[in-house]
């Protein structure tokens, strides 16, 4: 069973930056995907940002060009690099994985069996 544990999140004014990090245990190998959503009340958990063990990244819309995943193999580690943040990023940002994923469904809720505990973002204007 894999573990994930996000921090790195906060409160910060609009066009703030915050990074999260999500450290991963029990899991060893190749061949994974793992990607952040977030979820504000009353909505569905959103994938905003995903990567595969080998560099492939997929973004969600309302992040392009604004926030940044990568990942540290070494260290078992996932971030998100959130930049220009605004009101609208306000959430509980979760971190996932699963080992294989499709490229057509990294940013789908349904595509993980892992995840952390969330961390709270919010960001006011």
């Known amino acids: 069973q894999v573990q994930l544990v996000e921090s790195g999140g906060g409160s910060v004014q609009a066009g703030g930056s915050l990074r999260l990090s999500c450290v991963a245990s029990?899991?060893?190998?190749?061949?994974?995907?793992m990607a952040w959503f977030r979820q504000t009340p009353g909505k569905e958990r959103e994938g905003i940002a995903a990567?595969?063990?080998?560099?492939?990244?997929s973004y969600a819309d309302s992040v392009t060009g604004r926030f940044t995943i990568s990942l540290d193999n070494a260290k078992n580690a996932l971030y998100l690099q959130m930049n220009s943040l605004k009101p609208e990023d306000t959430a509980m940002y979760y971190c996932?994985?699963?080992?294989?994923?499709?490229?057509?469904?990294?940013?789908?809720?349904?595509?993980?069996?892992?995840w952390g505990q969330g961390t709270q973002v919010t960001v006011s204007s």
């Open positions: 996932a994985a699963v080992k294989a994923c499709l490229k057509w469904l990294m940013l789908q809720e349904s595509s993980y069996n892992n």
């Open positions: 029990g899991y060893t190998g190749r061949n994974f995907c």
């Open positions: 990567i595969e063990d080998d560099g492939p990244t």
